[in-house]
């Protein structure tokens, strides 16, 4: 399956920074760069090194490491069969949506036979989204993005005063129902937060060098696990943890696979895929994320599976 993930925001908020971030922090990943396509609405603001551009047209750009940009000038589906269509295929397509789309609506691509929905990551422009979800003119779409998303980004935060960055928080956890909130500046997250965390145990695979404040926990056994155990874990989990993957043996031969990305939870179970070693590995703010928390809850739950 290809991960899909789609990146709103109200104009202004950081989009195109975003994406700029995930461009430079492909090149760096541990063993090789993912095989990454963004459709986006234009090439004018994206950053792309020279030496990185293997070769380009007015609606395409191929790079060196691996990733595709395609502009969305002649309609979102043309170019999602355009991506799909490439040698190999991507491994994962980020959508940079307009200011004014409807980002829930656009995830819905992400349900297909070979496309699997990653995330609805919202940027936020922390200094100005209160007053623009009251506006009368996008009030109504901010709000509906907010609410759509599974991971909010809280963007220059570096520009609010003492304070407003708490209040800030608890407006968008009652207006998102406590959808996860990362504060940042510049969009400086690390790439494995934005999109599909590596379900391999060993924490060098996570891209956390150069992000300190970032921590990230794994845990692998042999054993096979039920649902029943996977809920226990999945309900015990808690809000630290910004995202999380495992794959698992079950019971019958088959698997299943764990994804979380803020609030959202899905447990997919296939018969067809069968793995030797269980892993689970999670990424949270070092300080909140609590690894001996995590060891015990899945002890607690794995070692006992029923």
């Not at 520009?159 to 407003?164: F, I, K, R, V």
């Not at 990305?261 to 909140?288: F, N, P, Y």
Request: net charge negative; proline share 2%; charged share 25%.
């Amino acid at each position: 399956m290809i991960g899909f993930t789609v990146l709103g925001g109200y104009l202004g908020a950081g989009k195109t920074t975003l994406v700029n971030r995930i461009l430079r922090s492909n090149e760096g990943l541990n063993p090789r760069p993912k095989r990454i396509a963004l459709l986006i609405n234009d090439f004018g603001d994206i950053n792309i090194d020279a030496q990185l551009i293997e070769s380009r047209s007015d609606k395409q750009i191929n790079l060196a490491n691996g990733c595709v940009c395609c502009t969305l000038t002649d309609g979102f589906s043309d170019a999602l069969e355009t991506l799909m269509a490439l040698d190999p295929q991507p491994e994962h397509i980020v959508v940079e949506a307009s200011g004014v789309a409807d980002v829930n609506n656009l995830s819905q691509y992400g349900n297909g036979l070979t496309l699997e929905l990653a995330g609805i990551v919202v940027v936020v422009d922390a200094e100005s989204v209160q007053e623009k979800a009251v506006d009368k003119y996008v009030g109504r779409t901010i709000r509906r993005q907010l609410k759509a998303a599974d991971l909010i980004l809280l963007n220059k935060v570096d520009l609010l005063a003492d304070g407003e960055e708490q209040n800030l928080n608890s407006w968008l956890a009652d207006l998102t129902n406590a959808a996860a909130v990362i504060s940042c500046v510049n969009c400086d997250v690390p790439l494995s937060v934005i999109l599909d965390v590596d379900s391999r145990a060993a924490s060098a695979d996570i891209d956390m060098q150069g992000h300190e404040h970032y921590g990230c926990w794994s845990y692998s056994f042999d054993a096979p696990v039920s649902r029943a155990a996977l809920t226990r874990f999945t309900s015990g989990i808690g809000t630290e943890v910004l995202r999380c993957k495992g794959l698992f043996k079950n019971e019958i031969g088959g698997s299943f696979e764990l994804q979380i990305v803020g609030k959202r939870c899905d447990v997919k179970q296939t018969e067809s895929r069968s793995v030797d070693l269980c892993q689970v590995v999670a990424i949270g703010l070092e300080g909140i994320l609590d690894p001996a928390k995590l060891d015990a809850l899945a002890h607690k739950c794995f070692k006992r599976s029923v």
